[in-house]
């Protein structure tokens, strides 16, 4: 089994900065992608960010040039820096991890992020 912890979520002004972690444990041998989601009241959970083993990364069009996920492979531990926030970034964002071998998708908990003034 694999266990998902995030951190960093709260509250932050328009235009302020978080950074998010999210560690890994358990069988996480042959971890492939992980990546963040997020989901607004009322909305489906989308896709923000992801980042292979080899660190080759995807991005949501609505947080390019904003958002930065980062890994690091030795912690089994990937990272989302969000800068220039927006109110529409307000939403639960949630870790996942996609394992090879076994196959498997895991989600953390999830943590709150709220953008306001």
């Known amino acids: 089994q694999v266990q998902l912890v995030e951190s960093g979520g709260g509250l932050v002004q328009p235009g302020g900065s978080l950074r998010l972690s999210c560690t890994a444990s358990g069988s996480v041998s042959s971890i492939g992608i992980m990546g963040w989601h997020r989901q607004a009241p009322g909305k489906q959970r989308e896709v923000v960010a992801v980042?292979?083993?080899?660190?080759?990364?995807t991005y949501a069009d609505s947080v390019k040039g904003r958002f930065t996920v980062s890994r690091d492979v030795a912690k089994n531990t990937i990272y989302l820096q969000m800068n220039s926030l927006k109110s529409e970034d307000t939403a639960v964002y949630f870790c996942?991890?996609?394992?090879?071998?076994?196959?498997?998708?895991?989600w953390g908990q999830g943590t709150q992020v709220t953008v306001s003034a």
């Open positions: 996942q991890l996609v394992r090879g071998d076994p196959p498997g998708v895991f």
């Open positions: 980042i292979t083993r080899g660190g080759a990364t």
